[in-house]
């Protein structure tokens, strides 16, 4: 069958760095989204990686290994506002997205 | 400005009646998505549209209809409700850009009793 692994909840400080892990296990492999939704609201695009490696962007990277079936999402400097859930997802050989769980990350002063 | 509008966002219903959820999107996005997100578990697709007047089934169909006559709207309809149901349910689009990422609508938040 098809997953997308990532922890249920992390928590860091506020000004700190915190890398939000996600593996998967997906009938072939077209990319790998990373989407950011905070309490009761629509999940927004963060960012898309199609070949190993950083994508860097701002405060936000995300690194992918395929052959590991590997990718994190790195946030810096936390401000309070990135307080909410980060979704991972995989589209598949068929195109279709594969969505974790997400993972719900807890911003302390 | 520009997006995806869904209608209501909150509803309580009983148990068999016939719901419609609305979703329209003025970006011209050829591909339209219905999802539900429940406590726990990953998005979950149950319709989509790659174009006007073509739909398919995703992942959990059972009890759910879609219908897609232009390419601004896309309804989804639950027949007769059950409390399973029970969901936040969202409407998405893509189309045009690179990275194929979705654009969601806010959500609707149905409850069947």
């Known amino acids: 069958g098809q997953n997308i692994d990532q922890p249920t909840e992390m928590t860091a400080t506020e000004g700190a760095i915190v890398q939000i892990n996600c593996t998967y296990q997906?009938?072939?492999?077209?990319?790998l989204f990373w989407y950011q939704q905070h309490a009761g609201e629509a999940p927004t695009f963060l960012s898309y990686?199609?070949l190993d490696g950083l994508e860097e962007k701002g405060r936000f990277s995300s690194f992918l290994s395929r052959s590991k079936g590997y990718s994190y999402l790195l946030l810096k400097e936390l401000q309070m506002k990135d307080s909410a859930s980060y979704l991972c997802?995989?589209?598949?050989?068929?195109?279709?997205?594969?969505w974790g769980a997400g993972t719900k990350l807890i911003i302390k002063p | 400005i520009a997006g995806i509008t869904q209608a209501p966002t909150s509803q309580i219903l009983a148990a068999g009646r016939r719901m419609t959820l609305r979703c329209t999107q003025d970006?011209?996005?050829?591909?339209m998505y219905w999802y539900r997100q429940d406590l726990g578990l990953g998005l979950r697709l149950i319709h989509y549209?790659?174009?006007?007047?073509?739909?398919g089934k995703g992942e959990v169909p059972d009890g759910y209809s879609v219908s897609r006559a232009n390419t601004d709207d896309f309804p989804l309809t639950l027949a007769s409700a059950v409390p399973s149901q029970t969901s936040v349910y969202f409407c998405?689009?893509?189309?045009?850009?690179?990275?194929?990422?979705?654009?969601f609508g806010e959500g609707s938040r149905l409850t069947v009793l």
């Open positions: 998405a689009s893509s189309g045009g850009e690179d990275t194929g990422e979705l654009f």
């Open positions: 970006m011209r996005h050829n591909a």
């Open positions: 549209s790659n174009t006007a007047g073509t739909t």
């Open positions: 997906t009938s072939g492999f077209n990319g």
């Open positions: 990686n199609v």
């Open positions: 997802a995989v589209e598949d050989s068929n195109y279709q997205l594969i």
